[in-house]
Nanobody, 123 residues
Framework: QVQLMESGGGLVQAGGSLRLSCAASGNIYKTNTMGWYRQAPGSQRELVATMTTGGTTTYADSVKGRFTISRDNAKNTVYLQMNSLRPEDTAVYYC?????????????????WGQGTQVTVSS
């Protein structure tokens, strides 16, 4: 089983910056995807950004040019640098870990969520 530990988040004024971190531990296969999703009150959870161990990234259109995802594969940690924050970025941000080591003995498919961290952007 894989566990996630998130850190970062908080309250910031519009235009400010925050950095989120998420460290994975447990039975981690060498190939996986880590990323961030968010959920605002009354809304569905949505993709923010993801990054594979190989460096392939995906971003939501709403955060392109403002947010940057990065990761340290040796530490199994993913980061989300959020700049030029807007009030509409206010949400609970969730770290996600996925791996699908099909047929690899000793590893199982995982789709794990962190506990979530609140990001609030004031206008």
């Amino acid at each position: 089983q894989v566990q996630l530990m998130e850190s970062g988040g908080g309250l910031v004024q519009a235009g400010g910056s925050l950095r989120l971190s998420c460290a994975a531990s447990g039975n981690i296969y060498k190939t996986n995807t880590m990323g961030w999703y968010r959920q605002a009150p009354g809304s569905q959870r949505e993709l923010v950004a993801t990054m594979t161990t190989g460096g392939t990234t995906t971003y939501a259109d709403s955060v392109k040019g403002r947010f940057t995802i990065s990761r340290d594969n040796a530490k199994n940690t993913v980061y989300l640098q959020m700049n030029s924050l807007r009030p509409e970025d206010t949400a609970v941000y969730y770290c996600n870990f996925k791996q699908s080591p099909s047929g690899i003995i000793g590893y199982s498919a995982q789709n794990v969520w962190g506990q979530g961290t609140q990001v609030t952007v004031s206008s």
